[in-house]
């Protein structure tokens, strides 16, 4: 007589290894997100080439006679000062810092409206990079946009790493 009931070995278990691929994913997408985000930041920072053309596109084709309206904003205040420029001719005509004219407090003083032209922007940039270049000097974000036409300022940021040195300015530009 068969035994209809004989017991069959018990099937070996199977073990699911999907967790395993599934953290080996998680791994290598944060390391190519990690370096995708630091190649973009590379990537637009402001260079040294990038500048001198702008600024030498500036000095041949930006218009000399202007309004400028350029807000800035200094470390991490929630303070934003907004200046309206007019130059003419190439020369600062009158400057409003929030509203308020620019002037001389005595006569002594240097004129406060010659440091807010295109070109002292500019100037103020170079004195910057000038520093960051400087071998003690810490490590630094700075991004610019320029316009394509006529080379001007539209928008400037400048961070110094691990600290909360920061100045931002946006520029709008209106030839006359």
């Known amino acids: 007589m068969s035994d209809s009931t004989t017991t069959q070995p018990p099937a070996p278990i199977k073990r699911n290894h999907a967790w395993i691929y599934f953290f080996v994913f998680i791994f290598f997408a944060s390391v190519g997100v990690a370096g995708t985000m630091i190649w973009f930041n590379l990537s637009i920072q402001l260079k040294p080439e990038?500048?001198?053309?702008?600024?030498?596109?500036?000095?041949?084709?930006g218009p000399k006679s202007y309004d400028m309206i350029y807000t800035k904003q200094l470390n991490d205040a929630a303070k934003v000062d907004k200046f309206e420029v007019k130059v003419r001719d190439g020369k600062v005509t009158e400057v409003r810092m929030n509203g308020k004219p620019l002037v001389k407090e005595s006569p002594d003083d240097q004129d406060p409206r010659i440091h807010h032209s295109m070109d002292q922007l500019f100037r103020h940039i170079e004195r910057f990079m000038d520093i960051d270049r400087k071998p003690d000097a810490k490590k630094v974000y700075v991004t610019a946009i320029f316009d394509d036409k006529h080379g001007g300022l539209r928008k400037y940021i400048r961070r110094v790493m691990g600290t909360n040195t920061r100045i931002e300015m946006n520029v709008t530009i209106e030839p006359r």
């Not at 990038?50 to 041949?60: K, T, V």
């Open 50 to 61: 990038q500048f001198e053309a702008a600024q030498q596109l500036w000095s041949e084709t």
